[in-house]
């Protein structure tokens, strides 16, 4: 958490005294601007996702009313309109950069966390969602008619049950495939990559293969497969575990196949050959992790509520919304507190302009009084009756089709 000497500031200023921001306050990166540096400009948009401010018009306002907040990011005073001018031409590297100078502060604070569990270990999901933006302003995110849309291609890093974060992503435009992101994202370390049928092809696995990275990944139906030798499994759900070739292979690789409650058929590949069947199985229902990752930053970061039109702003907001997460992750990490991310969130929001000591002791207050629910009355028996006991340089952007 921040530091305890200042604790009579304000929330908001605190929490963004801890953003890794110092190479961004340069002279020489601002010179141009007399103003309104780059450090301040980053800053008010991280604070703009956490706090979901709503327009450029609620922006102004709510910095004219916080001159505390003002005087700590060294901001005169500045205009809504110049706020969207500068989002738009600020470089996209500063803005990823801030990202990954986030994301190195995770890392330093999950460093110990071991993954799901001591036998599968820390898991990077890869999986991508798309914003949709107004069509009549954004024809170079043209996909089809009524569709114009962004993609964010992400790398979930999952460091334990409760502990997920994003440490790259790969914004384009709607019309790039996934597979045609996952040389960027899929990378040689230590952890087990989780991927839908949209990563892999048969190039992919065989590189991968070649690499010696750990994926377990679901295959689509176009890639034919050769049993070499078949594995039992006593669990009703797995329909095939085997050793497998595929296409024109050298390496033999493993094919699970299992049908979920709804009878729907999983054909996943694997190097994992240390886990039993089951627990692939159960690995790759972790990939639910993602889809639960990216409805969080849209419904409480509001990814969705786009502040431009323009290529280049739209990738920073990408970058500067999950720079807020990982904003939040980090001072809840740090806190120790068992509040969840949305629960420590919402309190952010409720004390971001009072002093940081009243958010502070509101964190660890313990309730005064425990309940023991409610109490069932004992009925009196009659003496005659008896009874009986009985829960993101990495943008890529395709020109669109012709209408």
């Known amino acids: 958490m921040p530091s305890k000497s200042i ?44 706090d ?23 901001l005169p005073s500045i205009s809504g309109s110049q706020l969207s001018r500068r989002i738009n031409d600020l470089p996209t590297q500063y803005a990823q950069d801030l990202f990954q100078n986030v994301v ?81 994202l899929v990378e040689e370390d230590d952890a087990t990559y989780l991927m839908d049928r949209g990563y892999p092809s048969v190039p992919n696995l065989m590189t991968w293969q070649e690499q010696g990275i750990s994926f377990v990944v679901r295959i689509t139906k176009s890639i034919k497969v050769v049993p070499i030798e078949i594995y039992e499994s006593s669990h009703p759900a797995i329909l095939r575990d085997a050793k497998v070739n595929f296409s024109y292979a050298d390496k033999p690789i493993r094919l699970v196949e299992f049908e979920d409650e709804e009878h729907r058929l999983y054909r996943l590949m694997t190097t994992r050959w240390d886990l039993s069947a089951e627990q692939i ?30 290529p280049q702003g739209m990738w920073n907001q990408m970058f500067l919304a999950l720079a807020a997460y990982g904003l939040a992750l980090i001072l809840q990490l ?17 004390y971001m302009y009072k002093p940081y000591n009243e958010f502070l002791k509101e964190l660890n207050r313990t309730k005064s ?22 829960i993101e340089n990495i943008v890529i952007i395709k020109p669109p089709k012709e209408k």
């Open 7 to 50: 604790g009579h500031k304000q929330l908001i200023s605190q929490s963004l005294s801890v953003l890794p921001t110092e190479k961004f306050s340069s002279p020489l990166l601002n010179y141009e601007y007399d103003k309104l540096s780059v450090d301040a400009l980053m800053k008010i948009f991280v604070a703009a996702q956490l």
């Open 52 to 74: 979901h401010w709503e327009s450029y018009e609620d922006m102004e306002e709510k910095l004219r009313a916080n001159p505390e907040f003002c005087e700590s990011i060294n």
């Open 104 to 184: 190195g502060m995770i890392q330093d604070l999950t460093k110990d966390r071991k993954g799901i569990s001591p036998e599968i270990g820390r898991l990077k999901i890869i999986d991508s969602t798309h914003v949709k933006l107004p069509s009549s302003l954004c024809d170079w995110a043209f996909v089809s008619k009524g569709w114009n849309v962004v993609k964010m291609h992400t790398r979930l890093v999952v460091v334990s049950e409760d502990v997920a974060y994003p440490d790259k992503i790969v914004p384009s435009t709607g019309n790039v495939a996934d597979v045609e992101t996952s040389d960027r």
């Open 281 to 310: 199985m159960e690995l790759y229902r972790h990939r639910w992790m993602i889809e639960i990752f990216f409805k969080w930053v849209k419904q409480h970061l509001k990814l969705t509520h786009i502040w431009s039109t323009k």
């Open 334 to 350: 740090k806190s120790k507190t068992k509040k969840t991310l949305w629960a420590f969130l919402r309190l952010m929001r409720t």
């Open 369 to 390: 009084k425990t309940s023991r629910g409610r109490q069932k009355v004992p009925i009196p028996e009659e003496k005659e009756t008896t009874f009986e006991e009985n």
